[in-house]
């Protein structure tokens, strides 16, 4: 659906009223295409920051637009614990002398349920750009820290 205008590069995009009515989109496709470029070198990218660097004077729903048009979405990154390497030893150990067990063994072995809520930081508000089935790459991965810092742990049932 969309032309070419000239030698611009610039789409017609419909507009809101009678039909044929049109007007140019604000970017290139090559304008696009580095938004798009963008995203994906530097998934944790926000759409203003991508905005200012396209250049051009557009809303941040545009650059999303563009985004979910290449089938790229704003999703919460995976969170993974960052060990040190003592608590990594750790649970290698911890796992290789229970190597054994049989399904008896492991019924003893009791697995909390345990929430953190943390006061006073924003946890959850990074996002990443990212395809469908890349969740666990290593650039869509945020390493939460295990130190002590003002929360509240809950243990549940």
């Known amino acids: 659906m969309p032309e070419i205008v000239g030698n611009s590069g610039h789409e017609k995009v419909p507009t809101r009223g009678k039909p044929g009515l049109e007007r140019p989109g604000a970017t290139t496709r090559r304008k696009d295409r580095r938004?798009?470029?963008q995203a994906l070198v530097d998934p944790t990218m926000a759409r203003s920051t991508i905005r200012a660097d396209v250049g051009v004077a557009i809303v941040p729903q545009t650059?999303?637009?563009?985004?979910?048009?290449?089938?790229?979405?704003?999703?919460?990154?995976f969170l993974a614990l960052s060990l040190i390497p003592e608590h990594q030893q750790l649970c290698l150990q911890w796992c290789q002398a229970r190597s054994m067990w049989n399904f008896t063994d492991w019924q003893k072995v009791v697995f909390s349920d345990e929430s953190r809520f943390v006061l006073g930081t924003k946890d959850n508000q990074v996002r990443v750009w990212r395809r469908p089935g890349v969740r666990y790459n290593s650039f869509h991965?945020?390493?939460?820290h295990t130190a002590s810092?003002?929360?509240?742990?809950?243990?549940g049932p």
């Open 35 to 37: 938004s798009v470029q």
């Open 141 to 144: 991965t945020v390493l939460r």
């Open 63 to 77: 650059i999303s637009r563009h985004l979910a048009e290449a089938n790229i979405k704003s999703k919460r990154p």
């Open 149 to 155: 810092t003002s929360g509240v742990m809950v243990r």
